[in-house]
């Protein structure tokens, strides 16, 4: 047996015999076609516009966009990055490149930490501050690929030739695509 509840005074009643609020001879409806009390309402109209809890979807304010680059740049570290022709042939992935120089890795970490910080700010307010600090993380992996494409792999006695390839393109694509969400993050919200 559902609980029925007087949507004036508010008060719950468990009897299912009884149709009317006792006090206020109002019909029972059920708890859930309550809106919200005055009381709650009075309190979330004294909050700041950026103050106010956003939906709990995740998507939402630009999120998607940037959680799908996000997952598109862990991917893109997960591929094939250089082709090396000469003297052996060598394909290296982001992965590589992290086990051999170590700090390539900040890619990857940008990435993994970029979704939470963006799902978890719960109001306007805090989504819009977080956006200098995401669109940095964006930039992380499309640095790391300038400092790389700057300093290809070299050896002082062979001629090493090597060649882009599609993984570290999906990374700076990924890479734009997350500077580009960021900045306009909670963009929509805001009117």
């Given at each position: ?12 009643v468990a ?37 106010r809890p ?100 070299t050896h ?36």
């Open positions: 047996m559902t609980p029925r509840a007087c949507p004036f005074c508010r008060i719950y009897d299912a015999s009884i149709e009317r609020c006792e006090t206020c001879d109002v019909l029972l409806v059920s708890p859930r076609k309550l809106g919200p009390s005055p009381e709650e309402r009075m309190a979330w109209e004294s909050l700041p516009p950026d103050e956003i939906p709990v979807s995740p998507f939402s304010h630009g999120r998607a966009l940037l959680s799908l680059a996000a997952l598109m740049g862990i991917v893109a570290y997960l591929m094939p990055w250089l082709e090396v022709r000469s003297p052996d042939r060598w394909i290296l992935h982001g992965t590589d490149f992290g086990r051999k120089l170590f700090w390539p890795h900040a890619a990857l970490a940008a990435w993994v930490v970029t979704v939470p910080t963006a799902m978890t700010r719960q109001s306007l307010g805090r989504l819009l501050a977080s956006r200098a600090v995401l669109a940095v993380f964006a930039l992380v992996p499309l640095v790391t690929l300038a400092v790389l494409y700057a300093k290809p792999p002082r006695l062979l001629n090493v030739q090597s060649t882009w390839l599609w993984g570290a393109a999906l990374e700076v694509v990924a890479s734009c695509v997350g500077l580009l969400a960021a900045t306009r993050l909670g963009r929509g919200a805001q009117k």
